[in-house]
């Protein structure tokens, strides 16, 4: 049961809204035809060993967040620039989050924004006030829903039979040629983001089996909602290449309830995702200072929400090739030290 937990947190932790929607899909992957199958199996393999690396080097080298595991892997200087960048990127993205599902609830259910960005907030606190257990019981609720309404997608989409696969791989063009380094690049992003989550829970966790086998799980749990998405959208080319929501666009041929689900479904990730937000930065912050996770997760949210208000969309722009930039140069070093410390990797 353990296991499957963490594949939860696993998949809660990356899936996102951007995910869910179909929109970093589409960008990542669809935009590459045939050869964004492949880049989505290279991210199954860089997901499945980049996150043993992670666990076990948290263990053994008791590394309680990512800035410990930035510091470990690239050095004081390098790390320390890299734990600055990162914090702000992880701190940009909550207040993102908390600012896009307060319009989600503003612009479908006619909450009045102000109300909306109260209302999230004490969502976010509440659970986040418990911590690591908090964390784990929001995604075994978000991820199954999530997952489930991805599936009943492509079950619709494979079943109407718009295109064939063969159809899908054969007669689509990629928009771009770069397949493999934007595969690479997406991985960082999510590789990032489970370091934040995971390095803290290896060291409470002591079943090391269990995060091992949950993150081989939720990663394969990944590449199968990412395969369907990215069908999905092949299979209504070209009109879902031009459509902010894609998934939302294509679940409009099926009826009016599947729309409404996809919905719930990207606000309940746009939660997720902020919760482990807070989570990655509570964490990190609790071993700097002399005050309680609690009294930091208060902390972050109280000082977030005045910034909720705001549109962070250029600064997201601005920041967010440094931050990838910086993720694959965390990835290459991991790999790195995986191979110097090999005789610690991949024992029981």
């Known amino acids: 049961m353990k296991t499957l937990k963490y594949a939860f947190v696993f998949v809660g932790t990356i899936i996102g809204a951007g995910l869910a929607s179909g929109q970093e899909i589409l960008q990542f992957f669809s935009m590459y035809g045939k050869k964004g199958i492949l880049g989505i199996?290279?991210?199954?393999?860089?997901?499945?060993?980049?996150?043993?690396?992670?666990?076990?080097?948290?263990?053994?080298?008791?590394?309680?967040s990512y800035?410990?595991?930035?510091?470990?892997?690239?050095?004081?200087?390098?790390?320390?620039?890299?734990?600055?960048?990162?914090t702000f990127f992880i701190f940009s993205s909550n207040v993102i989050m908390i600012s896009g599902s307060a319009t989600l609830l503003y612009e479908n259910f006619g909450f009045r924004k102000n109300y909306a960005v109260i209302f999230v907030s004490l969502v976010v606190l509440i659970i986040s006030l418990f911590s690591t257990k908090g964390l784990i019981e929001?995604?075994?609720?978000?991820?199954?829903?999530?997952?489930?309404?991805?599936?009943?997608?492509?079950?619709?989409?494979?079943?109407?039979?718009?295109?064939?696969?063969e159809e899908i791989v054969e007669i689509y063009k990629p928009f771009k040629s770069n397949w493999l380094f934007s595969s690479f690049i997406y991985a960082?992003?999510?590789?990032m983001s489970i370091i934040g989550v995971f390095s803290p829970i290896?060291?409470?966790?002591?079943?090391?089996?269990?995060?091992?086998?949950?993150?081989?799980?939720?990663?394969?749990?990944?590449?199968?909602?990412?395969?369907?998405?990215?069908?999905?959208?092949l299979?209504?080319?070209?009109?879902?290449?031009?459509?902010?929501?894609?998934?939302?666009y294509i679940a409009k041929f099926y009826g009016n309830i599947l729309p409404n689900l996809l919905m719930i479904a990207i606000w309940l990730e746009m939660i997720s995702t902020e919760i482990s937000d807070i989570y990655s930065l509570a964490k990190r912050f609790s071993g700097s200072f002399n005050l309680s996770y609690r009294q930091i997760v208060l902390i972050i949210i109280s000082v977030s929400l005045p910034f909720s208000f705001i549109s962070f969309s250029n600064l997201i722009k601005t920041i967010y090739p440094v931050y990838g930039l910086i993720s694959f140069i965390l990835i290459l070093s991991s790999l790195i030290k995986s191979l110097i410390l090999k005789r610690h990797f991949f024992l029981n």
């Not at 199954?44 to 690396?53: N, R, T």
């Open 235 to 248: 299979s209504y080319y070209p009109q879902s290449f031009s459509k902010e929501i894609p998934n939302i």
């Open 67 to 86: 800035s410990d595991y930035l510091k470990f892997v690239l050095g004081k200087q390098f790390g320390f620039f890299s734990d600055l960048i990162i």
């Open 41 to 64: 199996l290279i991210c199954f393999v860089l997901y499945v060993f980049l996150s043993q690396i992670i666990i076990k080097l948290s263990i053994k080298y008791k590394l309680k």
């Open 138 to 165: 929001i995604n075994s609720i978000i991820v199954p829903f999530s997952t489930l309404t991805i599936i009943l997608l492509g079950y619709f989409v494979l079943s109407s039979e718009i295109k064939t696969f």
């Open 188 to 191: 960082s992003f999510n590789i």
């Open 202 to 233: 290896a060291n409470e966790e002591k079943n090391k089996g269990a995060l091992i086998y949950g993150s081989l799980i939720g990663s394969l749990l990944l590449t199968i909602i990412a395969l369907i998405i990215n069908f999905s959208i």
